[in-house]
């Protein structure tokens, strides 16, 4: 349940009774309860509520949004902000970054590779990570050890670690 304050200034001698409205945006009716309510300003009072109740639907679907519109018939009432954006973050809209395997397997002869790395959860922003390899049975005579950063651009899942292998082979 989230609760945003609306503020009325004037004359806040008399009752004042607005409407809040909830559109949908990338957010749907699974994300939240739509209820249309009328709120009221009692005497004296500067400060009102609109709640919403947010569900939790267990989909990595990153950040997603809906509106709150304030309208009233009441023509003695201007609304000035009659319009205010929701986001919805999820906490499993994390992101998972990982190697599609737990191994890699390429020829001595090959040189370059480009080893895969994908992306999960929310994709909706530039995710930067930091690679560095660890010796297996394989050593520093076997690739070039270059720590290098791995950028995955808004909306992509797949990006690349570059290796390069040595020739050793005699």
């Known amino acids: 349940l989230i609760h945003v304050p609306m503020y009325r200034y004037g004359n806040?001698?008399?009752?004042?009774?607005?409407?809040?409205?909830?559109?949908?945006?990338?957010?749907?009716?699974?994300?939240?309860v739509i209820t249309p309510q009328l709120v009221e300003f009692p005497i004296g009072s500067t400060q009102a509520e609109c709640s919403v109740y947010i569900l939790n639907d267990h989909i990595r679907e990153g950040n997603?949004?809906?509106?709150?519109?304030?309208?009233?018939?009441?023509?003695?009432?201007?609304?000035?902000?009659?319009?205010?954006t929701v986001i919805i973050q999820?906490?499993?809209?994390?992101?998972?970054?990982?190697?599609?395997?737990?191994?890699?397997?390429?020829?001595?002869?090959?040189?370059?590779?480009?080893?895969?790395?994908?992306?999960y959860g929310n994709i909706t922003t530039k995710t930067t990570v930091k690679c560095v390899l660890h010796t297996g049975t394989a050593n520093s005579s076997d690739f070039v050890i270059i720590p290098q950063l791995v950028v995955f651009p808004i909306n992509s899942t797949q990006a690349a670690y570059s290796v390069y292998i040595k020739n050793d082979a005699r």
């Open 90 to 119: 999820d906490p499993e809209d994390g992101v998972t970054i990982g190697f599609k395997s737990d191994t890699f397997v390429v020829q001595e002869t090959q040189g370059l590779i480009d080893v895969p790395m994908y992306r």
């Open 64 to 84: 997603e949004s809906f509106s709150i519109v304030i309208r009233t018939d009441d023509p003695s009432i201007h609304v000035a902000k009659k319009k205010i």
């Open 12 to 32: 806040i001698t008399t009752n004042s009774i607005v409407e809040c409205v909830l559109h949908t945006g990338t957010a749907d009716y699974s994300d939240f």
